[in-house]
């Protein structure tokens, strides 16, 4: 069976830095592209990042471009997501997904529970 | 950017009633659109990919179609299951823009 597992968010104030972990178990990170998506409480969907198998490839939406940083350890079959500059517009839940590639046509089809983070002073 | 507008954002409706969620492009993402469902508290569920694929698992009143800048997903019989929210999504390897979403709630 397949699981995501988010961990590392909470309580932050505004410019203040949190770095997301999402522990893989049942799938081989290595062998995909991954995601992160957020959601404010009460609102819909955001995606924020990509990032290719082999991390050549990284993007990021224009929201969070240059203050949040994807990254993964395929060793550890983990992704990350750095967050720095926080602001209050940045709370919400934060999810990591699997990606779509071209040998993986089927985008997000495995989720995490999600990790709430809240950027308040 | 490539932007999604979802209709209606509400909708009410009836155990057993057809029901159709209408997403639009801001310019043609060809079939890389995604379908999902998501219920309070929870994580989304994929529902729909590449416009029309149904995803394992899912059951079949759930259809998509459509190709370029206009795409639907139909349930065809409503269940107590399905009122939820649903999601529209174009993706492709590397980014992928949502919809608004449109909350299916119960008349």
């Known amino acids: 069976e397949v699981q995501l597992v988010e961990s590392g968010g909470g309580l932050v104030k505004p410019g203040g830095s949190l770095r997301l972990s999402c522990a893989a178990s049942?799938?081989?990170?290595?062998?995909?592209?991954m995601n992160w998506v957020r959601q404010a409480p009460g609102k819909g969907l955001e995606w924020v990042s990509s990032i290719s198998s082999s991390s050549s490839y990284i993007n990021y939406a224009d929201s969070v471009k240059g203050r949040f940083t994807i990254s993964r350890d395929n060793a550890k079959n983990s992704l990350y997501l750095q967050m720095n500059s926080l602001r209050a517009e940045d709370t919400a839940v934060y999810y990591c997904a699997r990606g779509a590639s071209p040998t993986q046509i089927k985008p997000n089809d495995y989720w995490g529970q999600g990790t709430l983070v809240t950027v308040s002073s | 950017d490539i932007q999604m507008t979802q209709s209606p954002s509400t909708l009410s409706a009836s155990v057993g009633d057809r029901v159709t969620i209408t997403c639009r492009a801001s310019?043609?993402?060809?079939?890389?659109l995604a379908w999902y469902q998501q219920k309070p508290g929870k994580a989304p569920k994929l529902l729909i990919y590449k416009a029309s694929s149904l995803e394992s698992g899912v059951p079949s009143r759930f259809s998509g179609s459509g190709s370029g800048t206009e795409f639907t997903l139909t349930i065809s019989s409503l269940q107590p299951d399905d009122f939820a929210t649903y999601y529209c999504?174009?993706?492709?390897?590397?980014?992928?823009?949502f919809g608004q979403g449109t909350k299916v709630e119960i008349k």
């Open positions: 310019q043609s993402i060809n079939i890389w």
């Open positions: 999504q174009q993706y492709d390897s590397y980014s992928g823009t």
């Open positions: 049942g799938l081989t990170l290595s062998s995909h592209n």
